[in-house]
Nanobody, 124 residues
Framework: QVRLVESGGGLVQTGGSLRLSCVASGRIFSSYAMGWWRQSPGKEREFVATINWNNSSLYHATSVKGRFTISRDNAKNTVYLQMNSLQPEDTAIYYC?????????????????WGQGTQVTVSS
């Protein structure tokens, strides 16, 4: 079993930045690919970014490419999401997810473990 705990959300003005963190406990974090997803009220949960087990492969959704960056520190069992140039449409609950594979994945059904989420609100 893997437990994921997100932090770093909050209220920020348009154009601001936040860094989300997700700490994993349980099984071998360094063997898992990780992802960030988000969900706004009334919308489906959408993919944001994913990173493979050893930092050698990343993939970001088109909507955040160039503004958000996913990274990980296996020594700290932590995955990060650096979010810059935030816009009101980025407002959502952001979820960390883990998959029992080493390679990047972009389908929700492919992820095995989820955190509880952290709220990000961008004011205009």
């Amino acid at each position: 079993q893997v437990r994921l705990v997100e932090s770093g959300g909050g209220l920020v003005q348009t154009g601001g930045s936040l860094r989300l963190s997700c700490v994993a406990s349980g099984r071998i974090f360094s063997s898992y690919a990780m992802g960030w997803w988000r969900q706004s009220p009334g919308k489906e949960r959408e993919f944001v970014a994913t990173i493979n087990w050893n930092n050698s492969s990343l993939y970001h959704a088109t909507s955040v490419k160039g503004r958000f960056t996913i990274s990980r520190d296996n020594a700290k069992n932590t995955v990060y999401l650096q979010m810059n140039s935030l816009q009101p449409e980025d407002t959502a609950i952001y979820y960390c997810a883990a998959t029992e594979t080493k390679h990047i994945l972009i389908l929700r059904s492919q992820y095995d473990y989820w955190g509880q989420g952290t709220q990000v609100t961008v004011s205009s």
